[in-house]
Each structure stands twice: as C-alpha cells, then as structure tokens.
C-alpha cells in the first residue's frame, strides 16, 4: 500500500470542500498571535498567504531572493485568469470549470483538489475587484471576459497582457497594509538555502542575505514555499532570471516527496530563439490566439523561399497558407490547449516547414483580425466598410487596444511590425505542473512543510489550461492555505517560540556553509553558466516536447556527467560574505542538475503520452498523445542521497466524478 | 560590432566607486543589452576578474528589477521600454557607452549598477492599498459597475513596474510620478475613494521622509518612464493632497 495519505475528505465532491472547512481545527485568535509563520517566496501564491496569514493574527516572516516583493516573476503573466462567474451567460459553471481544467491537464490531477479551486475561483474575481485590480471593463461598467486555450466559454478576466502584475500587485498592496502594522516581517534579497526539520516537523529555514553574504537562522512553527517552478532546468525559458529549484529542492533532500518531474508546459507561443547569445525566451500570451491564426506554408519550397527571405508572408495567397490547427482540430481551431498546439508547432517544423532562419519558427498573423475588426468598427460608425484602408487603419487601433503591449514587446525584440507581418512564434518552456507533493491540506509529505502554487503539484495535471496558474496561485494563498494550515497549528498553541540555537539548527547551518564554501573554494576552469547551458541543451533535445526511451537514459548518463564535471571544475568568483550573483546562481545549478536527472528517469518511469509529457513509443496513428490507464497515478519521489536512487511512490487517481475518456479537440 | 564601455564599478555601500573602461567585441545588433553584458560578465569571469552586477530578473520589461542609466538616460537611448528590452541594433560599431547607476539620495548604491529601493516599498506600506481583509467575502465584483474611462485610467496608472527611472531621471530625484501613479489608480475607482485622505497624506509624509526632492514639473520622469505613466497623476494627486490637507 501506498504511504501516500492525500486526506481527501469524505462526501460527496462538491460538498468536500465545505465540510471539511466546518469540521478542521481552528486556532483562536489569541493563539494566533504566539504562532510563527515563515513563507518563501512574495508571488501570486506566497504573497497572497503571507498577506491573509497576518490578516488572520499569525506572525509572518516573508522571504524572497527580488529586492522587493513586487518583482516575483507573477508579475509576467500577461493572459489572464479564469473564475468560474459566467457574467457572459454562456453556460459556464464551478462544475464546467472542473471538468476542463481535469480533462485539460489529461486526467492526471486530483479531482477533489481541481473542484475546491473552481469553487473558490470566484471568490478571488470579488476580492481583487475590492482592493483595487483594475480588470478590463465594457463600456456598461461590467466586467469584461475573454477567452483562452482548451475551453468553449469565456471565462477569462484580464487587465490588457498585464493581468498577472495587476494581481501581483493587489497581493503585494495587502502584504504592504500588514508590513505597516507589523504582522508581517519582510526580507527581501534572501534566499532560503535549507528547511530545518525538528522533532520530524519543519521548524525553521536557513537562509542567505544576498546582499552581506550573511547566514541567518530563522525559525517558526510552520514553512511555507510558494518558491514557483524549475523551468529554468532548461536554461532557456520564460521563467526570470533568477527562478529556481533550490528552496522546493532542499526541502525535497529533507523528505518532501517531489511529484510528476516530468510534466511541464511548452507553451506554444513565444518568440523564437535569435542566437547563441539568448539568455530567456519571451511569451507571447496565449491570449493572442483569440484573434491570430497560426500558419505555415503549404510547400515546401515556399517555405525555403521565406525563411531565405525572397518571398513575404504577407505576399502568399491564402489557398497557400496552412493553418494547420484550424485543419486538425476544427472544433477547437487555434484555442486547442497548450501542449496540443505545441507538438503540432513541432511536428510542422520537423518536416520541414518552418518560417524563420533556424526553420524553427510558424506565423502567428493577425491580418484577418484586423480586418474582421476594422469592418465592425466601419458598421458601428456609420463610414465605408469598404474602403480598405479606413478598415484595416480601424481594425489595427482595435487590435492596439487589446494587444497593444504585447505587439511593442515583440517590435522591440524582434524588430519586425506584427501589425503588417505576421509574427514569427515558437514553442518554449514555460510552466511546471510537477513540484512538492501535497496532500489536500496542501502539506507536503514532512509535517509542517506546506507547498503552494507553482511549487506544489495538485490541480494541473499532465498539462495546465491558460489562465489557471494565476487562478491556483491565489486559491492557494488566500483561501486555501489559511485555512487548512490551522488545522495543523492548533496542535502548537502551547509549543512556545522554536529556538534557533538547537542542534537542528546548527546542522543545517553547517550543512549550508559548507556547501558555499565548496562553491567558492572549488577554483576550476568554467563558469556557472557553462554548465547551466550544458544542462539545458540535453533538457531540450531529450527531455523536451518529444521524448523517447534511448533519449531519457541517455539524458539520466549526461546529466549525471555534468554534474560530476561541475562539482569538479566550476569556477565561482568572489567572495562568500558579500553580493555574489554568480555564487547564487551556482548554488542554483547545482540543484538543477539533480532535478534534472530525478525529471528525466521520471519521464522514462512513466511509459505513456499525456498532456505535455509525450512518450514517441506511446501515440495514436494521427500522432496524438496516448494515455494509458495503467499509469492513472501521480508519481512521487522519495529522495535518497542520489536522484538515481530515488524511490518511487504512487498515489492512485481516482475520477468518480467524471468520466475518463480520451481527450479529444478536434 | 566592437563597443568600447565606461561602467560604474563600487565594490559596496561603504566604498569609493569609479568608472571602468572594458572593450568588448563582436557584439550582435540582435542581442538584448543585458544580454551583451553578461558577454562581458562571462569574459570578466574568464579572466578570473569580478563580474558587473546590476538588478535583472524578467528580462521582458516588467518586473522592474533592472535599473541603469545608460549614456545619460534612464534605461537608454530607446523610450517606453526598460534597459532589458533595449537592443544592441541601437548603437553602433566603434560607439562607446557609459552605464551608470540611478543616482538619488533615496538610491544608496549597494554595488556597482545595483541601488537599494525599499524606500520604494516603504512608501506603498504607508498606505498604497485598501484596508480591505483577503475573506473573500466581499461584494460580487459586478455589484458596483465602474465607468470604463475611469477603469482603463486607473490600469494605465497601475502599470508602474516600480523601476525608479522617474527618480533617476529627475534633477530633484523626485519621486512625485511614483507615488502619484499609486494615488491615481485608487483615487479614481470607487473602492479606493474611501480611505482617499489618509493614504494620499500618508504616502506623501512617507515620500518626504526618505528624501526624495521635490516636483518642480519638469516632466523628464513622464518621458523616461517606461511604462509612459502621465503626468496628469500627479496633477491629480496635488489635487487629492490638497483636498485632504483641508479634511485632516
């Protein structure tokens, strides 16, 4: 039998989440005050929970490696976020919802967990309105919605391409109010280098000032890490710069389970890589695909022919142009959900049909938007609707008004104009759906170690919908977290304040500073990057949007060379008790190139296609993703001193409210 | 292309910083400039020398980390974009650029490019929200329906990123155009009017105590922001603190 316990309460799934409410412990006010709290990392999920977990009267320590807590890589999410409100009266329910969000991540989540969230979907639209987000709104006043990947409703509240700093920024502003009266303590440039187990229970973190070098001890009666994704396992991605593995990373050295490694979203729209010299990847939203379609040539010699730049797209007839989502899955068009419309990008690409100098690019246009767009506006003002320059002049303001910073975003990268040519895109890492096993409560498999939003596993499944992570994030941290973390604190009321002079403590530290010391004194011959890049390329070839038995062990080998071949010879300059990016960013590899290995023999454990994982061996004649019902369970891994030797668990997944059946877009 | 670059190196708060002269080769009009940074940081590392260190996270414009005065300009010669989102194919061959850090009293430099702006943060926890609890149990958000004009001017003054560019770019190191640009979005959507007199006060005691100058309308913070935040913010928020300087 699985050790796995996910406490998923009895009774009926819609009832699930409103009972279990009623029946946990609560901790009384006067309590909260003598219970410390520590969360890592101030995005959507971290800044949410620290802000309620001080509004409820708990002492919140906040951590985050940014200089301020307004910088978590939230902030780029640009489409939107999904409520299951149906203001637009198109059919959409909490239990529609659900069902997209279980069939969208191909029936590989926990179905009690993805109902609580589309239950409380709806809360989070009311509480961003009252303090403040300023979401798009129709001429009415009215809230406006739109629509996104994997869906047939609108469901999509959005802020222009900005919705995911907006929402930030409203968690950031109810951090500030209790940062001013004091219930939250906030350490911005810190990074948490270890979780501190005591008696079994996580009591406390170590962590680096970034900007004196210094080691702190911080204690408290629960962790809390909303530390994101590892997509940066990749090297190249959307993830910021400094995104990471280390904190959910550590915490997986100390005994937290780490599910499904391999599922992670290569998100079908972003801009091509240019050169060497890249060091991110940029998205372009998924929102786009409301109103672009995706193309490539029908030929291939016309395909030749605009990659060596002697014909422009915008000069090949449209019986010459295959929209070839449009072609394969006419129900969904170019709103199939991410992982679909990227193997799809891939596989047009592989054959030869790609757009720009590298052939890895398709077209992106807009051209039939701008004119759909430019009559209306043409009709509803009473001028031509055929004069084809007023309409197409009408139609570009109205695609400015809904895309505008997305459309400068790429001018200034790509230096092309995507109102007049269509825009080149190809698919990047972007998400991960995998992380820290959790149980319903959100706790992780040591006691008192919680994982939120990008950090934990539960609610997307093999691949997630557009417009969800936001929506995660914070059910997680306001009204999600706050209140199951109770249910485990009242069990402290009388504990009194964790010291940080135990031998716990002591070790961690230890276990902390020598490992920086490593780092430092190793005095080799390649810098972090190199090794980073080394990393990312076998992630990419090997463990990317197509894997295969040979490539994941061969990928297992390689990854474990480069790691041996980093410890060996990585050079870190400076010193240790001062600003040192390159020392934390070594510290960061390090952790990626295990990750790296538990993902891949992850990926090669599981012998089936689903969502974004697609094993070549397992497909269906049309090339679409196979699932298998043998592998119906989430994959957790038990760490045990080498990623090699990790031990698997499974936790089985049960669907009694939905019918397993195969996911079909087309 | 060959650039020749005049960097500020300081090695922490407490020390004397000086301009650095580096070349740096074949450099790629595709690249981003931070981008050609880290070439060189790369190369600074090879040489087993000190790589630049300078703010950056997103590297798409918008979580305000990266902050650098680049040949006399607040994130460079391009506008409406930050320093991540400046190409090399604005310079060219043989050109030399000097990168600085923002300069202002309420900037204290921590090493070479990087600067402390929690005096930043520091305003917004005096009041640059509204006191509403995380319960969820509010009014249905379609209860109160907003015009949209005010709507999309409150998104358009919520879009500061926080970068500082306003303060780096302004000879009184103000910081008018960052605060105001909190002021705005609330004052202008009804959940925000309720608590209108405290925040704007409060904010503003704040701004003053961290030393930042004052506005004398100059304008060059509207066009250096790179999110293109308008003046008329800060009209508006003259307006609200004269307002509530009469109430309080």
Known sequence: MSILDSKVPEGPLAEKWKNHKSNINLVSPANKRNIDIIVVGTGLAGGSAAATLAELGYNVKAFCFQDSARRAHSIAAQGGINAAKNYQGDGDSTYRLF???????????RESNVHRLAEVSTNIIDQCVAQGVPFAREYGGLLDNRSFGGVLVSRTFYAKGQTGQQLLLGAYSAMNRQ???GKIKMYARHEMLDVVIVDGKARGIIARNLVTGEIERHSAHAVVLGTGGYGNAFYLSTYAMGSNVTAAWKAHKRGAFFANPCFTQIHPTCIPVSGDHQSK????????RNDGRIWVPKTMEDAKAIREGKLKPVDLPEDKRDYYLERRYPAFGNLVPRDVASRAAKERCDSGYGVNKTGEAVFLDFAAAIQRYGKEQAHVKGLDENDLTLVTKLGKEVVASKYGNLFQMYEKIVDQNPYETPMMIYP??????GGLWVDYNLMTTVPGLY???????SDHGANRLGASALMQGLADGYFVLPYTIGDYLSNDIRTGKIPTDSPEFEASETYVRENLNKLINNKGTKSVDYFHKKLGKIMWNKCGMARNRAHLQEAIEEIKQVREEFWKDVFVPGAENEYNEELAKAGRVADFLELGELFAKDALEREESCGGHFREEHQTENGEALRRPEYQYVSAWEYKGQPSQAIHHKEDLVYENIEVKERSYK | MNLTLKIWRQKNASEKGKMVTYDIKEVSPDMSFLEMLDVLNQDLIEKEQEPVAFDHDCREG???SCSMFVNGRAHGPDSRITVCQLHMRSFKDGDTIHIEPW??????VIKDL???RSSFDRIQQAGGFISVNTSGNTIDANAIPIDKHDADKAFDAATCIGCGACVASCKNSSAMLFVAAKVSQYALLPQGKVEATDRVLNMVKQMDAEGFGNCTNTGACEVECPKGISLENIARMNREYLAASFKG
């Open chain 1, 428 to 433: 990047a890492v972007h998400y991960t759906m």
């Open chain 1, 451 to 457: 994982a939120i939003g990008e950090a934990n596993f």
């Open chain 1, 179 to 181: 940062i001013g009266r």
């Open chain 2, 62 to 64: 918008i979580c305000g």
């Open chain 1, 99 to 109: 069902y997209d969000t279980v069939k969208g991540g191909d029936y590989r989540s």
């Open chain 1, 281 to 288: 990847l940029t998205l372009m939203s998924e929102s786009l």
């Open chain 2, 114 to 116: 990087i600067v402390d």
């Open chain 2, 103 to 108: 300069r202002a009293t309420a900037f204290p």
